[in-house]
């Protein structure tokens, strides 16, 4: 008998979207975080604050990002769901 992995909604908000610079930034929130990112997209390096739970949301935002990218528009609001509890 398989146990299932519980499931986490993240919300994400493009705030700024800067194709010159390569840069989209934003809000991310599940039901116990929120987080700002900014994701250099050019260099593939994503930054997220604060530090507090950063490296649950990591990985899966920045999977989503890229998946994405050019489907994301500054004011959108997007959400995904992760396995596992964040």
């Keep these: 008998m398989s146990r299932r992995l519980p499931q986490t909604n993240v919300n994400v908000r493009v705030l700024r979207q800067s194709w010159q610079m390569g840069r989209l930034e934003g809000e991310v929130q599940t039901s116990h975080y929120e987080w700002t990112f900014v994701w250099d997209f050019r260099r593939g390096h994503l930054a997220i604050e604060p530090s507090r739970g950063r ?29 596992g509890e964040v």
Excluded: H, M, V
């Design 55 to 83: 490296a649950l949301i990591k990985e899966p935002l920045g999977r989503f990002l890229e998946a994405k990218d050019y489907q994301l528009e500054p004011g959108g609001d997007y959400s995904f769901t992760i396995r």
